[in-house]
């Protein structure tokens, strides 16, 4: 039986489902697992087909949250599954609308099994970082499936490089067959090592990257990747293990249905190999609640993981330089061409996202904007506001970045589902989870991919104050924070300067806009302008590691500028 809702809210949903248990008999005595479907794509059908399918084997409460981040109206419907229609499972569609999808885990929580595991998959697009999304980190098992991403190994390097114990992929579950039929023509004696291994198969197939990271790993054997002659085809094709005693294995794909394997000189045999159904690939997943190691050891193996945080600054336009008399003409300054920049985007893209950030030129400037936006004839109403850090204290306090630019926000009156504030302490999160938190909404608003992905921007413009010691946001100069780069917004403890709870963004985050904006004013920071003119040196001078995809400006006083030479 199928019932929908309209405008409803998660306890009417959960006492709607238990009104449907009590009139059709159903129970959850029977039920493994929650599993959360991340619905980021349009359609959703083929997705809840497999899970319905896979509730056979791993009877389920399945939660499917089909989320419309941008609608101008929040609400939230719901369609609810159970008996037939539900496989033997039961199931929910969350369809979220606005800022509703701002409190994904207080919406999910009534909704789950008690004492069971909880498991999410991400059918289409994920998060880089799974283990630090807000319904990700929940979960006991985490599935993702980096080939049905647009971009699949810039996906796939981007969980490698958010990876945690308990992830995995459908590309990895996609070799299970080929991996045991490896192992065993493998066994056939004599099982010398091969001097030559080739995997046939796209070169950017997830599977086949990870298949060749598997055996090189396992073989020590450098693996060759061979692109089919078929450039359509995808998937592994075909591998080959050359050994000179004549005992070579060859496997190669004849059709969806089998392989030709074939051992030294014998002539070659028939394997039936069908090719998985996205069902089969779930509920193989479903089947272990204990994480994959071995997906993870070919996932690090297959990509190395930026250790040089300079990396995010380079090979980007060089810095200039705008001087003003004062503050008051810096924040002037400033203001009047990010104004003209966010007119651009607009332009150009339909929307435009803008990062604020704290300390007094960086206020000024943006109680500078409606003035200059105005001039500039910017649709205001299609700026999304962003925050580089905040200072983790209640709402409210006057040390929060948020509360000293009201005059910004209460000048613009945008909708509040494009303001997207940092969390307080008083909204019921821990620091932890309210990076987590703003990290989510980053990637459900569009930012994951350029964040992951070298010569990608996200936002338009992103304004950075400096500190005294060259930090910027609360990336503060060797502090073990700053180091962290799996994850898009970080937890700061212990910050050098009060308060010492903060939620900063990351280099690569930091590193993501079309133009940065360093507002910097007062003659005790200019040794720090020095210094963050000179080499990138992310650890010593943070903000000398930042540059914008088409401008990186400073604003400076001259007072700040007096130590540049030439100033």
């Not at 409460?61 to 609810?80: K, N, P, Q, Y």
């Not at 050359?242 to 394997?261: C, F, T």
């Not at 040794?527 to 995809?549: C, K, N, Y």
Request: one cysteine or more; aromatic letters at 4%; proline letters at 6%.
């Amino acid at each position: 039986m199928i019932t929908t809702l309209t405008d409803t809210t998660a306890s009417a949903i959960d006492k709607k489902m238990t009104q449907m248990r009590e009139t059709f008999g159903a129970n959850t005595i029977g039920r493994v697992l929650t599993l959360l479907i991340v619905a980021t794509g349009d359609d959703i059908d083929e997705a809840l087909e497999a899970a319905v399918r896979a509730s056979h084997e791993h009877p389920s409460r399945v939660i499917v949250v089909d989320a419309d981040f941008d609608a101008e109206a929040s609400g939230l419907d719901a369609e609810i599954r159970v008996g037939r229609d539900a496989g033997a499972g039961e199931i929910i569609v969350l369809r979220a609308r606005g800022t509703v999808m701002s409190n994904l885990d207080t919406l999910i929580m009534p909704l789950l099994l008690p004492d069971a595991p909880i498991v999410t998959w991400w059918p289409e697009g994920a998060p880089s970082s799974p283990v630090h999304d807000v319904l990700g980190s929940m979960s006991q098992r985490r599935i993702t499936d980096a080939a049905a991403c647009d971009e699949p190994t810039a996906m796939l390097k981007r969980l490698r490089r958010g990876y945690a114990s308990g992830d995995s992929d459908l590309s990895w579950a996609r070799l299970t067959s080929w991996r045991g039929l490896i192992a065993t023509a493998f066994e056939v004696p004599p099982a010398t090592l091969p001097d030559r291994i080739v995997v046939l198969g796209p070169k950017e197939d997830p599977s086949v990257v990870l298949l060749a990271s598997w055996l090189e790993l396992s073989l020590g054997t450098a693996v060759e990747v061979e692109e089919p002659t078929d450039p359509a085809t995808a998937g592994v094709q075909g591998v080959l293990l050359h050994r000179p005693d004549d005992a070579s294995v060859s496997l190669r794909r004849e059709g969806p249905e089998s392989i030709v394997m074939t051992l030294g000189s014998q002539p070659g045999q028939h394997v039936a190999m069908p090719e998985r159904s996205l069902y089969e690939l779930l509920a193989e997943e479903l089947r272990r609640l204990d994480p994959d190691e071995v997906y993870g050891d070919v996932l690090t193996h297959a990509y190395s993981v930026v250790r040089n945080l300079s990396t995010y600054a380079k090979d980007k336009p060089a810095p200039t330089d705008v001087v003003s008399a004062d503050a008051d003409a810096v924040a002037a300054s400033a203001a009047s061409a990010v104004a003209g920049q966010l007119r651009d985007a607009i332009d150009a893209r339909g929307v435009a996202h803008l990062v604020l950030t704290g300390g007094t030129v960086g206020v000024k400037t943006a109680l500078a904007l409606p003035v200059a936006l105005a001039e500039a004839g910017v649709d205001t109403g299609a700026l999304h506001l962003w925050w580089g850090d905040e200072r983790f204290v209640e709402s409210g306090s006057a040390d929060r970045n948020d509360v000293a630019v009201q005059g910004l926000l209460d000048a613009l009156d945008l909708p509040a589902h494009r303001v997207h504030r940092m969390p307080a302490t008083t909204d019921g999160m821990s620091l932890d989870e309210a990076a987590a938190w703003y990290g989510q909404q980053l990637d459900l608003a569009g930012g994951d991919a350029p964040f992951r992905t070298r010569g990608h921007a996200f936002f338009d413009v992103i304004l950075l104050g400096m500190g005294p010691d060259g930090h910027i946001a609360s990336l503060f100069p060797e502090h073990p924070a700053q180091q962290d780069v799996s994850m898009n917004v970080i937890p700061v403890r212990d910050s050098p300067k009060p308060p010492s709870e903060r939620i900063s963004l990351t280099w690569p985050v930091v590193n993501s806009a079309r133009h940065v904006a360093l507002l910097v004013a007062g003659a005790e920071k200019a040794a720090a302008v020095a210094r963050g003119h000179g080499e990138i040196d992310p650890t010593g001078t943070p903000a000398s590691a930042v540059r914008g995809l088409e401008s990186t400006t400073w604003y400076l006083d001259e007072a700040a500028a007096a130590e540049l030479t030439g100033a």
